[in-house]
């Protein structure tokens, strides 16, 4: 997963801070939580195939996260360069 892609799942638009991405983590973690599936139908196929998309849509919200939170470490300790190319 690229950054791009992580940014895309999360709606998150750059320069982003922690507490944005922490915020539209925790929203991704709400809607798609698997268990939340359990009463929205009595049809024991259906849940399982939303239990996995929920499943799998929390995975990518985890990875996204991760691939983000690196990023934004990664750029806030990196020394910003002014236009002649000096740290």
């Not at 919200?61 to 000096?86: E, F, T, V």
């Amino acid at each position: 997963m690229t950054v791009e892609h992580a940014l895309l799942l999360l709606n998150l638009t750059e320069p982003f801070s922690h507490d944005a991405l922490q915020q539209r983590y925790e929203e991704g973690r709400r809607v798609w939580f698997p268990s939340r599936y359990a009463g929205l139908t009595n049809n024991p196929a259906k849940y399982m195939e939303m239990y996995k998309k929920g499943e799998t849509k929390t995975k990518e919200i985890h990875a996204a996260y991760q691939i983000l939170s690196d990023h934004l470490l990664n750029s806030r300790s990196s020394p910003q360069k002014d236009d002649h190319g000096a740290a």
